[in-house]
């Protein structure tokens, strides 16, 4: 169980190109998801948290204009890179947790992002 | 000072050593702690939740030192398999947002 889903695992495209990343948890409802970057050898830093319905809470430094978050379900969040550059290139994961905060973060198998 | 700091390694060791990470935290109200295990382009997966009287899972041991702020996960009679890096996390804030640490580098050689 606790499967979650991401989509698309690698894109590619020119600079200038907005690009959406989908999220789904197959077989839990995720009150709360989460978005992740991370660069080359370095640690998965968190972006946003975003709540069923609500605005996400960006991280300090974290262009919410330019990384939109839409959680619209309990069961899909979508994070947008719009007029992506080569330096947004990176790998993009996603976590979804089932409602008390208590519960674990289940991760999805993450999105390569590679803007030319 | 950076919130979670993990020596980066990488550690080489043969099949069947002993090897020990260690982590570093600086907020001393840091309530849960965890061990993740990424493979290469994979997403990190749990290997352990560390609890405050240690605990092992196989051959496993995570131990945490809340006076000293740091946790720690040993690995015994490592296989080729454990080659990965290991992630030490913490949870913080309302939203219990997790902090990860940059991941330290194993590769068991055969």
Partial sequence: GAVVSQHPSWVICKSGTSVKIECRSLDFQATTMFWY???????????????????ATYEQGVEKDKFLINHASLTLSTL??????PEDSSFYICSAREGHSNQPQHFGDGTRLSIL | RKEVEQDPGPFNVPEGATVAFNCTYSNSASQSFFWYR?????????????YSSGNEDGRFTAQLNRASQYISLLIRDSKLSDSATYLCALNRGSARQLTFGSGTQLTVLP
């Fill in chain 1, 37 to 55: 970057r991370q660069f080359p050898k370095q640690s998965l830093m968190l972006m946003a948290t975003s709540n069923e319905g609500s605005k």
């Fill in chain 1, 80 to 85: 947008t890179v719009t007029s992506a550059h």
């Fill in chain 2, 38 to 50: 990424q493979d290469c382009r994979k997403e990190p997966k749990l290997l352990m939740s560390v």
